[in-house]
């Protein structure tokens, strides 16, 4: 018997998994990996959800995510117009490369979603009682009266008026490069909104765009751990007793979700598959 | 006749895992590194050599084990765990009637071809789960798999064994889809610490604190599951560190 | 009008780590105990299992085992003509709350103070003659000395199973630290590789590396109560995470079974004191008034009230409640609120570029190696211009992404070259941080707040605090340090961490609030005395780290856990048999 080829397409380390599947993968997804030049709307086709319990049974050669391509997922929080704004400005926070997805195939829409539609968009956490004091000096940290929900209604509304008035443009339509100067602008404060300070809104964003990159695909964003495989981080593991003091382990284990743990494989009396 | 390896002085698999560190820290490279050969593992599984020694006889030829002679399942385990088990088996760390003497008779390159074998057989199927098993046996089992145990201070397996039991860490078996008798034999050796293989006694802290129903209960919800392929590694890409460690160190196998 | 309940002996203000200890020690003395814990219960089994307990957005971001704001915060500024204004989220600091609070989420670093540190006052005058610090650096002595603290040290590092090496010996341990009457309960932690270049470069600077003292316990251990601590297993979920595996020393494993198991005592959860009652003329407290779990004001009267609540929210609840002179910057008299301090950080980012693979997620809340070369009472300030000093060290406690992805400081923030930036230096980049101390300052100080107040009516507590210039000094010659070692190490990149301009309430510090209840021998200058003992109401004591007169350069648990118990000693030795004051003034 020869030696099995284990190299499942699933668990490849890292590296190897990016290059070929991930691109594959993001082509199946509807993503083209380099700067787009169309609309936004069709090339920043939103990620599906994140992947289910457990690895898929995937055939060797598929991509990491064995699915025909994304269908738009259930939106929360966001419209359609909103929801354009901001894959296109994630789109451009963690772009997409010839080696990794970017933000947009990871499903960070999604994740912001869920979270402005829950608790945390609605202020959990916050002291948000008045009176409140906006110029505040940074040190004294946030001091606005707007749940994060509101940040991002506000902001997205607010940053699409300016730029249509300046640039007679939708936002989700510019271009690359227009769009890293819009960002720019409003990172730096630069930019003039009616509510709340473009600097709040660009870090809000951008903070949440980290998180729904980084975060357990439980959570919506990181679809198939892709940021994880990135980086070389196991994920939900709860062990590294015997490997810790390793020196310059490559540590090439699957990474694992939360979500992993929640498929029940318990087959009672006469049900069985593998 | 096969040559008895010379493991005497014991390599424990405490010891392993401090070579595993020391061959990793070391300035200088192992003399002679032994790669894991799965095609020499199957010439030893089905006993080309040594055919009363044959593991296929318990295990098979397709590492399916045997469910009713408590036989483990090895298809598809980390090949650092099965490895490191089967020096255990031949030092003493973890003695065995029926294990001791095959491990033995093993080079130590024998050993890791053998470990490499069983761990690439990824698709041997599972048996049919047993009909007859209490469905409350089976959910008792599965809290104290996913929670632990409150009262009796014990944390849930799936810390250590990962998602539907399939293994975490490269030196923690998998026990998803693991026969039920073996499982419980195994926890009750780690109780009565008959049999160690165990390093900071772990498991003998977390047997010790489960009754025979508790385990029992884990014994059979574990059988059940089909886990995740998290401990099929892929033998050419493991860690060198990882394989590094299997090597004798103290030069007497001259295989 | 409040319900009454019938009268115990001794009622705590918390149900964290310092209630544990007292709790649990009275009871036993045979004082019926009641501790008032505004959150809910929490256990190993289940509350902190993994793999739901290993969700970095869920406990590290959204501070799933932290006080909630919303409830309570308190307000802030740096200086006293400034406005304070609310911390609205938690930032700076992480007070946790529920049964074992903060020590829930707590890293498991166990130090213990250098011996000077409780008598910095006149020691500083004596080495280094008066006026080497400026009086507006208003450090104090503790009225308690290292030695008379050394045998209660000892005890709540066995409590805890703190792994670590023997002080002063030529094995390796802190050739820094005071005496040590035995050796840490159990062996030191493991040695992954960024540990082992710092330790080498330090070593091969002429300084003196060890293990960090670690209450992550290294083996199966049981302490003097009982309780059974398990192996840590090094997962990297360890500071704001629970600990799955009964490894990570919190009072549910290592103090609360000893406790509960005693039917004098009783956690009461659910609870929310807001005021402690008191009789000031007859120079006594009479109990505590608390929301309890149904909502409802009710009124606990006790011989004893011990107030065990986080750091500096004990003395806010004195000022909520009118107990003892509040502290006013403006005539720098006053007592309740005077000498807060905090932490005060230097330290360097160490970049490898690739060239390396460090793992950082495999770790442990006190995993590291440490130097205290650079602490206050290693090293002569003669030519240095200023006090203090700190434990410097690597550790590998987290690798978790959404804090952890380190990029050199002049990647841009986002966009391709920020995403090259994370993916090259995540595995391969260190952190030296020197965590110095924190002198008091006459402006740095909590009151409370005249325009807000938390969802029971209260006032919040108002914090004032900025770097004094005494820690400015230190904190820039710490950095430079660490820089000095990040290139010793062979790195590609040393990037000084420096100390910000002014204090930010904003980005993640440390939760080592200390202050404001300070202890001392002069009750012009201290709240309680040297036994814990308020000096305006004999039947009140009051435990945590606000009793510190300054922070020194380490984590502070340790020197809480001890003063817990040389108070609870003094508390069932004297007061209990003659209860009045103890020390006379």
């Known amino acids: 018997?020869?030696?099995?080829?284990?190299?499942?397409?699933?668990?490849?380390?890292?590296?190897?998994?990016?290059?070929?599947?991930?691109?594959?993968?993001?082509?199946?997804?509807?993503?083209?990996?380099?700067?787009?030049?169309?609309?936004?709307?069709?090339?920043?086709?939103?990620?599906?959800?994140?992947?289910?319990?457990?690895?898929?049974?995937?055939?060797?050669?598929?991509?990491?995510?064995?699915?025909?391509?994304?269908?738009?997922?259930?939106?929360?929080?966001?419209?359609?117009?909103?929801?354009?704004?901001?894959?296109?400005?994630?789109?451009?926070?963690?772009?997409?490369?010839?080696?990794?997805?970017?933000?947009?195939?990871?499903?960070?829409?999604?994740?912001?979603?869920?979270?402005?539609?829950?608790?945390?968009?609605?202020g959990a956490k916050t002291y948000l009682a008045g009176p409140?004091?906006?110029?505040?000096?940074?040190?004294?940290?946030?001091?606005?009266?707007?749940?994060?929900?509101?940040?991002?209604?506000?902001?997205?509304?607010?940053?699409?008026?300016?730029?249509?008035?300046?640039?007679?443009?939708?936002?989700?339509?510019?271009?690359?490069?227009?769009?890293?100067?819009?960002?720019?602008?409003?990172?730096?404060?630069?930019?003039?909104?009616?509510?709340?300070?473009?600097?709040?809104?660009?870090?809000?964003?951008?903070?949440?765009?980290?998180?729904?990159?980084?975060?357990?695909?439980?959570?919506?964003?990181?679809?198939?751990?892709?940021?994880?495989?990135?980086?070389?981080?196991?994920?939900?593991?709860?062990?590294?007793?015997?490997?810790?003091?390793?020196?310059?382990?490559?540590?090439?284990?699957?990474?694992?979700?939360?979500?992993?743990?929640?498929?029940?494989?318990?087959?009672?009396?006469?049900?069985?598959?593998? | 006749m096969r040559k008895r390896s010379a493991f005497g002085s014991g390599i424990a698999a405490v010891a392993v895992v401090a070579a595993l560190h020391a061959a990793a820290q070391s300035p200088e490279p192992a003399a002679?590194?032994?790669?894991?050969?799965?095609?020499?593992?199957?010439?030893?599984?089905?006993?080309?050599?040594?055919?009363?020694?044959?593991?296929?006889?318990?295990?098979?030829?397709?590492?399916?084990?045997?469910?009713?002679?408590?036989?483990?399942?090895?298809?598809?385990?980390?090949?650092?765990?099965?490895?490191?088990?089967?020096?255990?088996?031949?030092?003493?760390?973890?003695?065995?009637?029926?294990?001791?003497?095959?491990?033995?008779?093993?080079?130590?390159?024998?050993?890791?071809?053998?470990?490499?074998?069983?761990?690439?057989?990824?698709?041997?199927?599972?048996?049919?789960?047993?009909?007859?098993?209490?469905?409350?046996?089976?959910?008792?089992?599965?809290?104290?798999?996913?929670?632990?145990?409150?009262?009796?201070?014990?944390?849930?397996?799936?810390?250590?064994?990962?998602p539907d039991g399939g293994g975490l860490g490269y030196e923690y078996p998998a026990i998803g889809g693991q026969h039920a008798a073996y499982l419980a034999a195994r926890l009750h050796a780690f109780k009565t610490a008959e049999s160690v293989g165990d390093a900071q006694a772990i498991m003998r802290g977390i047997a010790s604190r489960l009754s025979d129903e508790d385990i029992a209960a884990v014994a059979a919800y574990y059988a059940a599951l089909r886990p995740p392929p998290l401990a099929q590694d892929d033998i050419a890409e493991l860690p060198p560190q990882l394989i590094d460690a299997f090597n004798d160190d103290d030069g007497e196998d001259a295989e | 009008m409040a319900v009454r309940l019938p009268e115990i002996d001794v009622v705590l203000v918390g149900g964290g780590m310092t209630a544990a200890i007292v709790g649990k020690e009275l009871a036993e003395a045979g004082q019926r105990v009641v501790a008032l814990e505004r959150g809910q219960m929490r256990q190993t089994v289940p509350d902190f299992q993994s793999p739901t307990m290993h969700d970095e957005l869920t406990y590290s971001i959204r501070h799933a085992l932290m006080q909630n704001p919303e409830q309570q915060t308190i307000t802030f500024r740096n200086r006293p003509d400034q406005t304070p204004?609310?911390?609205?989220?938690?930032?700076?600091?992480?007070?946790?709350?529920?049964?074992?609070?903060?020590?829930?989420?707590?890293?498991?670093?166990?130090?213990?103070?250098?011996?000077?540190?409780?008598?910095?006052?006149?020691?500083?005058?004596?080495?280094?003659?008066?006026?080497?610090?400026?009086?507006?650096?208003?450090?104090?002595?503790?009225?308690?000395?290292?030695?008379?603290?050394?045998?209660?040290?000892?005890?709540?590092?066995?409590?805890?199973?703190?792994?670590?090496?023997?002080?002063?010996?030529?094995?390796?341990?802190?050739?820094?630290?005071?005496?040590?009457?035995?050796?840490?309960?159990?062996?030191?932690?493991?040695?992954?590789?960024?540990?082992?270049?710092?330790?080498?470069?330090?070593?091969?600077?002429?300084?003196?590396?060890?293990?960090?003292?670690?209450?992550?316990?290294?083996?199966?251990y049981v302490n003097p109560y009982g309780a059974e601590l398990k192996p840590c297993m090094y997962c990297g979920y360890c500071e704001r995470h629970g600990c799955e595996h009964f490894a990570k020393a919190s009072p549910q494993v290592s103090i609360l079974p000893a406790a509960l198991a005693n039917p004098n005592f009783e956690m009461r959860t659910g609870a929310w004191v807001t005021r402690i009652e008191h009789d000031p003329d007859a120079g006594i407290v009479t109990g505590v008034t608390y929301v309890d779990a149904a909502g409802r004001e009710v009124f606990q009267p006790a011989s004893m009230v011990v107030l065990c609540a986080y750091a500096y929210h004990n003395a806010v609840l004195m000022l909520q409640s009118g107990i003892g002179q509040p502290y006013d910057p403006a005539t720098q008299t006053g007592t309740v609120g005077r000498n807060y301090c905090y932490q005060t950080f230097g330290g360097a980012t160490v970049f490898f570029d690739g060239t390396v693979r460090f793992n950082p997620y495999m770790g442990a809340g006190a995993l590291g190696v440490v130097i205290d070369d650079f602490n206050n009472g290693s090293m002569d300030h003669s030519e240095l211009g200023f006090l203090g000093g700190a434990s410097t060290s690597v550790s590998q406690a987290s690798g978790r992404p959404i804090a952890f992805h380190p990029v050199p400081g002049d990647t841009p923030g986002w966009g391709l070259a920020w995403k090259e930036a994370v993916r090259r230096h995540y595995n391969s980049t260190l952190s030296i941080s020197a965590q110095g101390s924190s002198l008091p300052h006459p402006n740095n100080y909590l009151g409370l707040d005249r325009t807000y107040t938390d969802a029971f009516g209260n006032p919040l507590g108002m914090l004032t605090f900025d770097f004094p210039d005494n820690d400015r000094r230190m904190a820039a010659f710490l950095t430079e340090r660490c820089v000095e070692i990040g290139e010793a190490m062979g790195a590609s990149v040393v990037e000084g961490n420096d100390l910000a301009e002014h204090y930010s309430i904003v980005p993640y510090q440390s939760t080592h609030n200390t202050g404001g209840t300070v202890m001392g021998a002069d009750p012009t200058t201290s709240v309680v005395n040297r036994y814990l003992q308020s000096w305006d109401c004999h039947n009140l004591f009051v435990m945590g780290a606000g009793v510190f007169p300054q922070n020194a350069g380490y984590n502070p648990t340790g020197t809480v856990g001890a003063l817990a118990y040389w108070a609870v000693d003094a508390i069932k030795n004297q007061y209990l048999r003659n209860p009045g004051p103890l020390v006379q003034a």
């Open chain 1, 1 to 122: 018997m020869t030696k099995r080829d284990t190299r499942d397409r699933d668990r490849d380390a890292p590296s190897a998994l990016s290059r070929r599947d991930l691109f594959k993968a993001a082509a199946a997804a509807g993503v083209v990996a380099a700067v787009p030049t169309v609309a936004a709307g069709q090339e920043s086709a939103p990620a599906p959800s994140a992947s289910p319990a457990g690895p898929p049974a995937a055939a060797p050669g598929a991509g990491p995510v064995a699915q025909a391509p994304a269908a738009r997922p259930v939106l929360f929080f966001f419209n359609d117009e909103e929801a354009r704004f901001v894959e296109a400005a994630i789109d451009r926070l963690i772009p997409a490369d010839p080696e990794w997805p970017g933000a947009v195939w990871a499903g960070v829409l999604t994740f912001i979603d869920r979270q402005l539609a829950g608790p945390y968009g609605d």
């Open chain 3, 85 to 220: 204004l609310p911390m609205r989220r938690l930032g700076s600091f992480l007070p946790g709350e529920g049964v074992g609070g903060a020590m829930v989420h707590w890293n498991g670093v166990t130090w213990r103070f250098q011996p000077e540190w409780f008598e910095l006052k006149s020691w500083t005058e004596e080495r280094y003659g008066r006026g080497f610090v400026s009086d507006e650096v208003t450090i104090q002595d503790w009225g308690v000395t290292y030695d008379e603290l050394e045998p209660y040290y000892d005890f709540f590092e066995k409590i805890c199973g703190t792994g670590g090496l023997p002080y002063g010996d030529l094995t390796g341990g802190n050739p820094f630290g005071g005496r040590r009457s035995n050796p840490y309960p159990n062996p030191p932690m493991k040695e992954p590789y960024a540990l082992n270049l710092f330790r080498t470069a330090a070593a091969g600077m002429g300084y003196s590396p060890f293990p960090a003292p670690s209450s992550n316990a290294t083996r199966h």
């Open chain 2, 32 to 162: 002679e590194v032994l790669t894991p050969d799965a095609e020499r593992g199957q010439a030893v599984a089905v006993g080309a050599s040594a055919p009363d020694q044959a593991c296929m006889a318990c295990h098979g030829v397709d590492g399916a084990g045997d469910a009713a002679a408590a036989f483990p399942r090895l298809a598809g385990q980390s090949f650092v765990y099965l490895a490191t088990t089967l020096i255990d088996f031949a030092s003493g760390e973890r003695p065995h009637e029926i294990m001791t003497p095959i491990a033995e008779a093993l080079t130590r390159q024998e050993i890791i071809d053998v470990a490499a074998y069983y761990a690439t057989l990824t698709d041997t199927p599972f048996a049919p789960p047993s009909a007859e098993t209490d469905a409350a046996l089976l959910q008792r089992g599965g809290t104290i798999a996913a929670l632990g145990l409150a009262p009796a201070g014990v944390q849930g397996c799936i810390n250590c064994h990962g």
């Open chain 1, 132 to 274: 409140w004091t906006p110029d505040a000096p940074p040190e004294q940290g946030y001091q606005h009266r707007y749940t994060p929900a509101e940040i991002f209604r506000i902001g997205i509304a607010e940053v699409r008026a300016h730029v249509t008035e300046t640039r007679d443009a939708e936002f989700a339509e510019l271009g690359a490069d227009a769009i890293d100067a819009v960002l720019t602008a409003l990172e730096a404060g630069e930019i003039e909104l009616p509510s709340i300070p473009s600097a709040l809104f660009f870090s809000v964003l951008l903070d949440n765009t980290v998180q729904g990159w980084f975060a357990d695909p439980v959570h919506g964003g990181n679809r198939d751990m892709v940021s994880w495989r990135m980086v070389g981080f196991p994920g939900a593991y709860a062990q590294y007793l015997e490997t810790v003091d390793i020196f310059n382990l490559d540590y090439r284990r699957e990474p694992v979700s939360i979500a992993d743990a929640a498929a029940r494989a318990v087959h009672l009396g006469g049900h069985h598959e593998h």
